[in-house]
């Protein structure tokens, strides 16, 4: 069957450092794989996403890329910021619904 | 253009109770399904409909209803709540320029 596993974390980090979460999954076929963004006390936005082996998905400074060969979709950020603190959610697509990850909460710290 | 919207944002209901989370959408989309959110699970489909008129069960369905009379509206029903029915409950809807989420229901069964 198909199914996410990420860190759960949670992760802290301070402001400036870098980030990478990580996202390993199990499908038939070839999913297309996202990342989702919860913020405190909202729904869920589309980070970013990523819709065949080798694409790289990017928005807002945070970067993953699709990973047959070891079937993973890191998110990374270069330098985090206090804004980014949320929950982050690994999500891959088969037909028209979702398989999501744990979601992991990183907090970011000044 | 409002996008995805739910009603209540908060609800509390004793074990027994029945209520109706709304969800309506603006955006034309046929594809429309019902998550809910639990810590260290992510998301899981409870229900979907790919039109007005079609719905199915997703991965946990149990104790809930849906029906899909138009386009716009995907309400899910509790016919009898149970204490494991506390989460929050996330909307979508989906066409081919992606899913869009609802800010999401807060429901605590006591």
């Known amino acids: 069957g198909n199914s996410v596993t990420q860190m759960e974390g949670p992760v802290t980090l301070s402001e400036e450092a870098f980030l990478t979460i990580n996202c390993t999954y199990t499908?038939?076929?070839?999913?297309?794989l996202f990342w989702y963004v919860q913020y405190p006390g909202e729904g869920l936005q589309l980070l970013l996403k990523?819709?065949?082996?080798?694409d790289k998905g990017s928005n807002k400074g945070f970067e993953a890329t699709y990973r047959k060969e070891t079937t993973s979709f890191h998110l990374e950020k270069g330098s985090v910021q206090v804004s980014d603190s949320a929950v982050y959610f690994c999500?891959?697509?088969?037909?028209?619904?979702?398989?999501f990850g744990p979601g992991t909460r990183l907090s970011v710290l000044p | 253009n409002a996008g995805v919207t739910q009603t209540p944002k908060f609800q509390v209901l004793k074990t027994g109770q029945s209520m109706t989370l709304q969800c309506a959408q603006d955006?034309?989309?046929?594809?429309m399904s019902w998550y809910r959110q639990d810590p260290g699970m992510g998301l899981r489909l409870i229900h979907y409909?790919?039109?007005?008129?079609?719905?199915d069960q997703g991965e946990v369905p149990n104790g809930y209803n849906v029906s899909r009379s138009t386009t716009e509206d995907f309400p899910l029903r509790l016919l009898s709540a149970a204490p494991s029915q506390t989460s929050v409950y996330f909307c979508?809807?989906?066409?081919?320029?992606?899913?869009?989420f609802g800010q999401g229901t807060r429901l605590t069964v006591v």
């Open positions: 990523a819709t065949k082996a080798d």
């Open positions: 999500a891959l697509n088969y037909g028209q619904n979702f398989v």
């Open positions: 979508a809807s989906r066409r081919d320029r992606g899913t869009f």
């Open positions: 409909s790919v039109g007005a008129g079609i719905t």
């Open positions: 499908a038939t076929g070839y999913p297309s």
């Open positions: 955006m034309n989309h046929e594809y």
